[in-house]
């Protein structure tokens, strides 16, 4: 066996979703030498709109995952870096035994807290909302009988605390929804209107810093180096935007899955609560971006994955169809309109099926446009490129129709994993390169 200090570096990014854990290890320049995954217990919905774990169950997960790359990968590890859900949220004490639940990223159920926000939060802050961290907040601490928490965390912090960092810290993209101002790099002081905040919020770290060293007894129970630094992660969407290969100014991605998720990196912050816009710094720069309910789970409404490949064969992608949809999976749009009222628009259905399917791939590639378009008259520069992730970015027809729409080149994404893009913000830390944490596939 080659001894340990003898093997090539290698870095880790862990990706804590929702239904379970990935993570993988790449080398320095940037392949990936070794993959894990473990599942994770479906969410719980004890009430309309309520969505919650109970978050002991992430740390056998991650234990797996990080043993599993410890055993495999070819490489000594020597950076961790973590990503999670954005917005949720977990008390607990000052040892890190959760106080509370987690309440999931889509837990809508903080709607008197979030007017209460509402009252004091300025108009585009994203603590907004009833799904925001800062309502969670406020709408466990109501809940918090019997308990004294210590510390407001989110998926990536405790998990961060737990590996050795500490608790009480996190990165500066998982704070934004609890009300943390990114541009002045402070708490702000209107978060004052609620006294119990302030003493549970933790320190901010910039993304891609490093937080502390792996703990003994975590690196000897998973086989690992003793002197592993943790590296400050970010949020899944994030890490899987920086997977994508994006590297400059006008650079986006958007996201095809069950929804329509953009993103641009810019020089500049913008913001819009009205339509969901936000910005996260990561090394020096802003990504800005914005999420439409329309998606693939529109066109699993009507078609399977076998049907969707079948069907796209027969469609000439620069033959435009004519037809005028919005397709959206049910009443309501936030981006690029904000129009909870908004229906879809399917109609009418052409006699061929290919036409239809066709039809519902221009309405999403003029979404997409539209959403690129709004980012840019928000202040955003115009994509120069654009990379696609997730499941319908393998689909070359509907590519070739998003092209079109869009007027600029659609290429695939460089990597579809988030944890790979997390693996990059922990390589970053060690070749002293984080104000540019990219590489190549």
Known sequence: MTPLRSRPDCYVGVDLGTSGCRA????????????ARAALPASRHPTPGASEQDPQTWWPAITRVLGRLASQASGRIRAIAVDGTSSTLLLCDEHGAPCSPALMYDDTRARDQAQAIDAVAPPDSPARGAGSALAKLLYLLEQAHDTTPAHALHQADWIAGRLGAGYGIADENNVLKLGYDPVAGQWPAWLQAFPMVPPLLPEVRPVGGVTGWIAPEVAASLGLPNDVLLVAGTTDSNAATLAAGISQAGDAVTSLGSTLVLKIYSDH??????????????GGRWLAGGASNSGGAVLRQFFSDTELTALSKRIDPDRPTGLDYYPLPGIGERFPFSDPDRQPRMQPRPASDHAFLQGLFEGIAAIEAAGYHRLADLGAPYPRRVLSSGG????????????????????PAMHGEAAYGTALLARAAIVNDAADPRGRG
Do not use: C, F, M, T
């Open 269 to 282: 912050p913008i913001a819009s609560a009205r339509y969901g816009v936000y910005s996260h710094r990561i």
């Open 24 to 35: 993988i290890a790449i080398d320095r320049q940037g392949h990936s030498i070794a993959e």
């Open 392 to 411: 319908g970015a393998k689909n070359r027809v509907w590519q070739r129709i998003r092209a079109r729409a869009l007027g600029v080149p659609v290429v």
